[in-house]
């Protein structure tokens, strides 16, 4: 089993849609957790932090649930530039990256 | 600021020959990593440096060495290059090795191996 496993996708949305990707991690001493965001062919970047609490950044809310050991990622709205490859990124004592779910957003 | 700098770009080997990417950072980043990206997986760590004078085994180390240089530059080596080596390679830097510390990815380098 993976250390990190999110539906690769692709998601296809039109533009505004809502939209929510799942990730789930199988190692329970898990500490921090991230989103980062691929564009084809370009270096990740890091879109937003996950907190117990949950958390919010415009359009994008992330959710964690340790009891299930999973991490989501709503946006809404969705945009063209919305595009892209999503990994969802556990540390536990290290940093173990999922493979990625594709968005694609069209018009 | 540059950020995180990767050369080259682009690097087709044959099969047993050795070369050297480089990675340079300017954000004063104590910790420096190296992973490979393939289809269908996700990121996985080559070999990381929580600081400058220390290096470390990642997940996949098997067939690279690498130099922490400086502060600045992390270097990655093949010495005899394998068909299993092609990959997007990505250097990353942080301020610090605390788990909760952001990356900063480089753009990465295509290597081909035939």
């Known amino acids: 089993r993976k250390e990190v496993e999110q539906d690769p996708g692709p998601f296809n949305v039109p533009e505004g849609a809502t939209v929510a990707f799942n990730c789930t991690y199988s190692n329970s001493a898990s500490q921090s957790f991230f989103w980062y965001r691929q564009d084809c062919r370009k270096e990740p970047k890091l879109l937003m932090s996950?907190?117990?609490s949950g958390n919010e950044d415009g359009r994008f809310t992330a959710q964690l649930n340790r009891a299930s050991q999973y991490i989501s990622l709503l946006i809404r709205d969705s945009k063209l530039s919305d595009s892209a490859t999503y990994l969802c990124v556990v540390n536990g004592h290290k940093l173990v990256f999922g493979a990625g779910t594709i968005l694609r957003v069209k018009s | 600021n540059a950020g995180v700098t990767q050369t080259p770009k682009f690097q087709v080997l044959k099969t047993g020959q050795s070369m050297t990417l480089q990675c340079a950072q300017d954000?004063?980043?104590?910790?420096m990593y190296w992973y490979r990206q393939d289809p269908g997986m996700g990121l996985r760590l080559i070999y990381y440096s929580a600081s400058e004078g220390t290096t470390d085994k990642g997940e996949v180390p098997n067939g690279y060495n690498v130099s922490r240089l400086n502060k600045r530059e992390f270097s990655l080596r093949l010495e005899s290059a394998a068909p299993s080596q092609t990959s997007v390679y990505f250097c990353?830097?942080?301020?610090?090795?605390?788990?909760?510390?952001?990356?900063?990815f480089g753009p990465g380098t295509r290597l081909t191996v035939l």
């Open positions: 990353a830097s942080s301020e610090l090795a605390a788990v909760n510390n952001e990356q900063f």
């Open positions: 954000m004063n980043h104590n910790s």
């Open positions: 996950v907190y117990s």
